[in-house]
């Protein structure tokens, strides 16, 4: 009897090695060794007021654990800018009429914000997957508009090269972004703009392996984060019980369950661009 338990407890023992390295292997994909660990950027830069400037519903998933501590920890006013209402993606699951997914992917937009604790979400109706094509003036126009707005001395966004995800509307948020903070910069009106421009970065090496051409083109053309901080992972599972038309998103996306991939990635990565050091021309 006595040989037989500690033979279960060597298996036991065996089992859970073996469960550990695969978790911290999985874990090694979702990681950035070289960022710096810290508890918010947000707090880390001294940032009152906030603004997220991103192109679809949903991206502010990206940005969850920023977003929650700017609001919970440090006090911060925060706020979005949505310029489509993704009435162009697909459903997955289906929950509504396809003619009726803009509205429903705005509403999700919404309630995923409030969820965060943002103070001030706008959607735009630009077209979704056509924000390339829109008039780059009037874009800048109207993210200079709630920048003066807002007044934010943190900006969060896309990198122009990459998107984060390689999506060209992200892409051109991107740019839009600059161009608006550099029209602020340029201008002679009591607020400047923002103090630094923080960029969401994806995972690398995960990206590498599972994004396929598009992952490597994002791994390609985006910098090195220079910061990770918690995620968040409860609020990215709340976000997406709340972005219902595309629950599954993640999972189709990284071919793992959605508590799996969260379980290994549990980290934001941003890089972070000091406006007074280092201006946008």
Do not use: C
């Not at 037989?4 to 874990?27: E, F, H, I, K, S």
């Amino acid at each position: 009897m006595r040989k037989r338990t500690v033979a279960l407890l060597v298996t036991a023992a065996v089992l859970l090695a073996l469960v550990g390295g695969v978790y911290w292997a999985g874990r090694h994909l979702f990681h950035e060794p070289a960022a710096r660990g810290v508890d918010s950027v947000v707090g880390e830069l001294g940032g009152t007021r906030v603004l997220g400037v991103f192109a679809h519903p949903d991206d502010e998933q990206t940005v969850n654990g920023l977003f929650w501590r700017a609001k919970r920890d440090d006090g911060a006013y925060t706020a979005m800018i949505t310029a489509t209402q993704g009435e162009a993606g697909e459903q997955s699951p289906t929950v509504g009429r396809q003619s009726d997914l803009g509205e429903i992917r705005t509403a999700e937009a919404l309630k995923n914000s409030w969820n965060l604790g943002v103070d001030r979400h706008v959607v735009w109706d630009y077209p979704d997957g056509g924000v390339p094509e829109v008039d780059g003036d009037e874009l800048v126009e109207r993210v200079v508009a709630e920048m003066e707005r807002v007044r934010p001395d943190v900006v969060v966004g896309f990198w122009p090269e990459s998107g984060a995800t390689g999506h060209e509307d992200h892409m051109r948020m991107g740019e839009v972004t600059e161009r608006a903070i550099a029209e602020l910069a340029a201008s002679d009106g009591d607020y400047r703009g923002p103090e630094h421009f923080v960029y969401t970065i994806s995972p690398s090496t995960a990206l590498s392996i599972f994004g396929g051409e598009t992952g490597r083109f994002v791994v390609e053309h985006q910098p090195k984060p220079e910061y990770a901080m918690p995620a968040e992972v409860q609020k990215k599972h709340e976000g997406w019980s709340i972005h219902a038309s595309q629950a599954n998103f993640l999972q189709e996306s990284y071919l793992l369950p959605t508590w799996l991939v969260y379980a290994l990635w549990d980290q934001e990565f941003y890089t972070v661009r000091d406006l007074e050091a280092d201006p946008i021309r």
